[in-house]
């Protein structure tokens, strides 16, 4: 019997020593990764600010690219750039949102939701380039909307659904149950409950993904060059038929397309940087208004 114990203890302790071990070499390689990206991430920033700082001026924010594009500033590529993702996320905020409170509240489980959340997170993995094909073949040409920002805003609407539609299905799942059965037994009706209990609880989730959501329609290169943008226009859009510039696409063509490619070095460098900026200060912002919404929940 004692050695039946002992042997018994021997068990446990080197199964112990090895989900310890385990443990430390699947905790030492997330650790790894993750300073592996932070490393990449540091490093891209540093080389973009280092080469792009000297190029950021009020001259570089708010003039036309000049003499080639070597010259000037890139205030045609901010406002198609804002236009862009505006126009982007009017579209598909209410959609997306329309829809995650289907999948959530009213939709019953059946073959009709499992296709429609098959067909989002399909839609979530597909390359930029396929969605910025499908604009140029769809809303280019076959509706004859030309390139112009109506076709950059519809491609980018169609580009950053399945975004907010995840977010917003998420935060949805987050508001208790309970909320809801009160709500009812109080005596209001589904849509009421989902109107004044539900989507305000819901909100800061929703809010961050959207604006998630403009951070990567800011950013989108392929989405927009067979849409929207163009090489080179000296005004500013007079309508949604007029072409635009974008900052993704202008920084794209500096590098590969211009005439003078080392003379417009620093307009790159600089292009690249404030796109950065950008989306880090989007990002930020949706972190800070999600605690903050939090926080007042909470409070209440």
């Not at 862009?84 to 939701?113: F, S, T």
């Not at 060059?225 to 920084?251: G, I, N, Q, R, W």
């Amino acid at each position: 019997m004692h050695r039946n114990n002992d042997a018994y203890t021997r068990a446990v302790r080197e199964h112990r020593r090895a989900r310890t071990l385990r443990q430390i070499v699947a905790f030492g390689s997330l650790r790894l990764a993750a300073f592996i990206n932070c490393a990449a991430l540091v490093t891209a920033c540093v080389f973009l600010l280092m080469h792009g700082a000297k190029a950021l001026s009020w001259t570089f924010l708010f003039d036309s690219p000049k003499s080639m594009m070597t010259e000037g500033g890139i205030f045609p590529c901010l406002v198609g750039t804002f236009l862009l993702a505006a126009g982007a996320i009017i579209i598909a905020l209410p959609l997306g949102v329309a829809c995650a409170v289907w999948l959530n509240e009213y939709g019953r489980n059946g073959p009709v939701k499992d296709i429609i959340r098959l067909s989002v997170a399909n839609l979530a993995g597909v390359p930029s380039i396929v969605f910025g094909l499908f604009g140029l073949a769809f809303f280019v040409t076959a509706l004859g909307f030309k390139v112009s920002l109506l076709s950059g805003v519809l491609t980018l609407a169609v580009l950053t659904l399945p975004v907010i539609i995840n977010t917003t299905e998420e935060a949805l799942k987050q508001v208790p149950r309970a909320w809801r059965d009160a709500s009812l037994a109080l005596g209001a009706t589904p849509s009421q409950t989902i109107g004044r209990v539900v989507l305000p609880a819901a909100l800061p989730g929703i809010l961050t993904g959207a604006i998630l959501a403009v951070a990567r329609a800011a950013g989108e290169t392929s989405a927009v060059m067979f849409t929207a943008a163009v090489f080179y226009t000296p005004k500013l859009p007079e309508s949604v038929m007029s072409s635009v510039m974008a900052l993704p696409y202008h920084m794209y063509v500096l590098a590969t397309a211009g005439t003078e490619i080392e003379k417009t070095r620093p307009m790159q460098y600089g292009t690249g940087l404030l796109l950065v900026l950008l989306v880090f200060a989007m990002n930020l912002a949706a972190i800070l208004l999600r605690d903050r919404l939090q926080k007042k929940r909470a409070a209440v």
